[in-house]
């Protein structure tokens, strides 16, 4: 290549750095994406960016497809170069963006795992404990079911996050983006149990701690530690198969959806910025409803 590319990939990495204030992992995601173009421009023997025709974009997409690279990952690559050319366009480097011809390919649609209630009772009958641990898991298992929070976010929960008196917990999620997320008698129950006895015997083996879920040595519990208890858990069930601790999550919203809650509300305390992202459980409670038919219909 006639021109030092590097030196427009160093100029774009600035700009992602200080104009768009992406994250460091965002920024080595599109580093390695543009890196990897160059190399295709290295071995196809292209000059430069500005000759970079759609031709070259089509040969380039189907080598990643002989890769078997993931739809979302392709993607991924094109949005990156995309972006990059749109950048040397606004500096003045290059005349034209052969990427905008280029569409982004649909990413597979997986519907979210989740629980049936009779599942979920196996789930709550393994978490029986009545020492300080065990009030404690339980505590967590009927929060994340009652508010349909993520596991990263139950970590972060501190003691004066709660409201018992009207049932409501302050979530932090992605963004710092705060929301107030009511929970039932269940969960209450759970709570206060764990607050009042098994939080207190916890917290005289550390220092003073404001978070809510404390770990075995009375330090804040984290989202790792949230996850190993959920899998012990889930290991002495009865449940069976591939089972991640995200799906409470998505049983929250199905079984919400299936009751006839409406989606703007689940949108809302699920914490999702866009409605799409919530629209996913449309197609699950179908699925839902079907099976509860099934088994429930003396004549289905």
Do not use: W
């Amino acid at each position: 290549m006639t021109e030092n590319v590097n030196v427009f990939l160093k100029m774009f990495i600035e700009y992602l750095q200080i104009e768009k204030n992406y994250s460091q992992y965002t920024i080595e995601h599109y580093h390695h994406d543009i890196s990897e173009f160059f190399m295709f421009m290295s071995e196809q023997a292209i000059p430069d960016l500005r000759t970079v025709e759609y031709q070259d974009i089509r040969v380039f997409l189907t080598i990643l497809f002989e890769k078997k690279m993931a739809r979302k990952s392709v993607a991924r690559k094109i949005s990156s170069l995309r972006s990059f050319y749109r950048f040397l366009q606004r500096e003045e480097l290059v005349a034209e963006n052969p990427f905008s011809l280029v569409s982004i390919p649909k990413a597979e649609k997986k519907l979210p795992e989740f629980f049936y209630e009779e599942e979920l009772q196996q789930l709550f009958e393994a978490c029986n404990g009545t020492n300080p641990l065990g009030q404690r898991n339980k505590a967590v298992l009927e929060l994340l079911y009652a508010t349909g929070m993520r596991v990263s976010e139950c970590s972060q929960i501190r003691l004066k996050d709660l409201d018992m008196y009207l049932s409501t917990v302050l979530v932090r999620g992605k963004g710092s983006k705060e929301r107030y997320i009511p929970f039932g008698s269940f969960a209450q129950d759970a709570l206060e149990n764990y607050i009042e006895d098994g939080r207190k015997e916890l917290l005289t083996k550390g220092i003073a701690s404001e978070n809510l879920f404390l770990n075995a040595r009375g330090g804040p519990l984290t989202a790792r530690g949230i996850r190993g208890i959920l899998n012990k858990l889930i290991e002495n069930s009865t449940l069976t198969g591939k089972i991640h601790p995200h799906m409470l999550r998505h049983t929250f919203a199905t079984h919400l959806m299936a009751n006839g809650a409406d989606m703007r509300t689940v949108q809302e305390l699920l914490g999702h910025a866009f409605l799409s992202s919530t629209q996913v459980y449309t197609h699950v409670t179908n699925e839902y409803l079907k099976k509860t038919y099934m088994a429930h219909h003396p004549r289905a």
